[in-house]
């Protein structure tokens, strides 16, 4: 079955320290990826996403991903996390790519001290 | 223009009672999803809408567990006899059209079964 796999569940981090959180998917073909972020008290809204072109992706606030076919993953970086991106990180697999199948991984709790 | 919007954003039910939770989405998409987010889990997919139809229902964990939708509008998801395992946070996605692989979540229903 295919899945999608976040190793960090809980991350703590300090103000301008580099953030790098992991996604693993399971499936053989063309995938769209994406990263979803919920902030406190707020609904999941789209970071960024990875249809084709190149792997390396920008989205908002700052944060990148890369998407390495040969590892399966699509992880999201960022090179200096501020207070405000304390949330909750999910990453989403669209297989296959173009139809209304998603996978969410189980996600990944930020906390960045001051 | 407004988002997806879901009502209630509490809910508390005693064991047995039915549940109704509803899922306004972005007027014009046609493409309406339903997920269920336990504790500490990822989102789980129930169901999804094209248009009035569904055509998978596969998600859907029980037979206790219903859902429709009128015309590219409302949805409701109905939870027949709550059991405390029906806890959870239920999410409603939409997005323009079949194969548009960016969705739109709404805040979620956090249902607390006694």
């Known amino acids: 079955a295919q899945s999608v796999s976040q190793h960090n569940h809980h991350v703590i981090l300090s103000e301008a320290a580099s953030l790098e959180l992991g996604c693993n998917y399971s499936y053989g073909g063309t995938v769209n990826l994406f990263w979803y972020v919920q902030y406190p008290g707020q609904h999941l809204q789209l970071l960024l996403k990875y249809f084709s072109g190149d792997p390396l992706v920008k989205g908002i606030k700052g944060f990148e991903a890369e998407f390495i076919k040969s590892k399966f993953s699509f992880n999201l970086r960022k090179p200096s996390v501020q207070w405000s991106d304390t949330a909750e990180y999910f990453c989403a697999v669209n297989a296959p790519p173009g139809t209304y199948k998603y996978i969410f991984g189980t996600g990944t709790r930020l906390k960045v001290l001051a | 223009g407004a988002g997806v919007s879901q009502s209630p954003s509490n809910k508390v039910t005693e064991k047995g009672k039915d549940v109704e939770l509803r899922c306004d989405p972005i007027s014009g998409h046609t493409a309406l999803y339903w997920y269920r987010q336990r504790l500490g889990q990822g989102l789980e997919f129930l169901i999804y809408?094209?248009?009035?139809?569904?055509?998978?229902k596969s998600g859907l964990p029980s037979d206790r567990f219903s859902a429709e939708r009128t015309g590219e509008s409302v949805s409701t998801l109905t939870i027949q006899r709550t059991q405390q395992e029906d806890s959870a946070v239920y999410l409603c996605?939409?997005?323009?059209?079949?194969?548009?692989?960016?969705?739109?979540f709404g805040p979620g229903t956090r249902l607390t079964v006694l």
């Open positions: 809408f094209q248009g009035n139809s569904a055509p998978d």
């Open positions: 996605a939409s997005s323009p059209r079949e194969g548009h692989v960016t969705q739109y």
